[in-house]
């Protein structure tokens, strides 16, 4: 397994890849709610790839001049429970902290707040809020 720093737009399609099949295909989320104004040329992706082929992603950008907000995290169906997803938000706080940043935030997924605990997310509270579909709270964890 590699985890590639997404630099280059074609190294950017295979996020966008496992995002189409995890998310869009899986929850039936359009391509317009999945690809927001985040998706640009400031925003860092994470791929985690075997053999050249894309199994999970996540992406991160500035919320503020010292945090940043980790989303789209996805691991392929047929990849899951397998700690993917772990290394892909471990790599991305990994850059973030050579990028000088100190807090990271995550809407997670009331189904993932246990993932994120984890990995040493903490709740600012428990207000719940919408993204898309999903019902989330916010997380965060100082690097």
Not at 2 to 28: C, D, F, K, L, P
Not at 70 to 75: D, K, L, N, P, S
Not at 112 to 128: M, N, Q, R
Request: glycine share 8%; net charge negative; with cysteine.
């Amino acid at each position: 397994m590699e985890i590639m720093r997404a630099t280059e737009e074609w190294q950017r399609a295979g996020a966008y890849s496992v995002r189409i099949e995890g998310m869009n295909r899986q929850h039936h989320i359009s391509l317009r709610e999945e690809f927001d104004e985040h998706d640009c040329d400031g925003t860092k992706y994470i791929i985690l790839l075997d053999d050249g082929y894309p199994l999970a992603t996540c992406r991160f950008y500035e919320e503020e001049a010292s945090t940043v907000i980790i989303g789209r995290v996805v691991v392929l169906p047929d990849y899951r429970g397998r700690k993917l997803g772990a290394l892909v938000v471990a790599e991305a706080e990994k850059w973030a902290a050579e990028l000088g940043y100190t807090k990271i935030v995550v809407d997670s997924r009331l189904e993932a707040v246990g993932f994120y605990e984890k990995l040493g997310y903490s709740h600012t509270d428990d207000t719940v809020i919408k993204s898309g579909n999903f019902d989330c709270v916010r997380m965060f964890k100082n690097i």
